[in-house]
Nanobody, 128 residues
């Protein structure tokens, strides 16, 4: 049974940093891809970044550019999202999601619909 558990969300001032964690369990040895997504009130869920447990490949999806970084501890099966220079507009519920699908076109990993497993979300609030 696949499970994802996020943690690390908090209230932070603009310009601050946070590191989110996603503990992954239940996948086979064949590996998985984890994506971080976020959803602000009244907005659609958007992709931030994804990473493969198979070879550590990473992909950034627009909202991650330059300030956020995804990484993985493959021994512990924990995926991190380091967020720096946080802005008011980063306020959202942040989710990690996972899939064991393999795509030739890796841009498919930017779509929430391609992930079968989701965590419960962790709230990030950026406010002065």
């Amino acid at each position: 049974q696949v499970q994802l558990v996020e943690s690390g969300g908090d209230l932070v001032q603009p310009g601050g940093s946070l590191r989110l964690s996603c503990v992954v369990s239940g996948f086979s040895w064949e590996g998985y891809v984890v994506g971080w997504f976020r959803q602000a009130p009244g907005k659609e869920r958007e992709g931030i970044a994804s990473i493969s447990s198979r070879d550590g490949s990473t992909w950034n999806w627009g909202s991650a550019q330059g300030r956020f970084a995804i990484s993985i501890d493959s021994v512990k099966d924990i995926v991190y999202l380091q967020m720096n220079n946080l802005k008011l507009e980063d306020t959202a519920l942040y989710y990690c999601a996972a899939t064991d699908k393999v795509f030739l076109d890796e841009s498919n990993y930017s779509y929430a619909r391609e992930y079968e497993y989701w965590g419960q979300g962790t709230q990030v609030t950026v406010s002065s």
